[in-house]
């Protein structure tokens, strides 16, 4: 392997060490629900993140509060020569993407059906350790 390609691969590996990643898939809320919460928490840390989680009244933060913690526990076992108190890590990327629809019929006037789609997501959670704190 040539020198440009070891290096390459030492700033990938160095770049992936520094990056959490965590998944919630199909949870039973609306993507548009879901969205108007994550949009809160894009490029805090993650102590104001997890703050304005706790306190939000919306069902959804529940939720991601939980994968937060998720995506926390990742980059610690990721990165157990540091600490979390010493480290400022960003939420650097959150998706919500839309999930399976389960679909039904409710009954309508004159013999109709009308159909419900209870919609589900998928939310991706991406933290970054930018900087030590000194």
């Excluded at 679909?103 to 959670?125: D, E, M, W």
């Amino acid at each position: 392997m040539g020198i440009r390609k070891r290096n390459k691969a030492n700033i990938l590996k160095d770049k992936k060490r520094k990056l959490a990643i965590a998944k919630l898939r199909n949870c039973p809320i609306s993507p548009r629900k879901m969205r108007s919460v994550a949009d809160l928490l894009r490029g805090k840390e993650v102590g104001k993140a997890l703050n304005i989680l706790k306190f939000n009244p919306r069902h959804a933060s529940k939720f991601l509060e939980k994968l937060l913690l998720s995506a926390i526990s990742n980059w610690q076992s990721k990165n157990e020569d540091q600490s979390i108190e010493s480290t400022k890590i960003i939420v650097n990327e959150i998706k919500v993407d839309g999930g399976r629809i389960l679909k039904r019929l409710r009954p309508a006037p004159q013999g109709r059906a009308h159909r419900i789609r209870k919609r589900s997501n998928h939310v991706t959670v991406v933290l970054e350790s930018n900087n030590e704190i000194k």
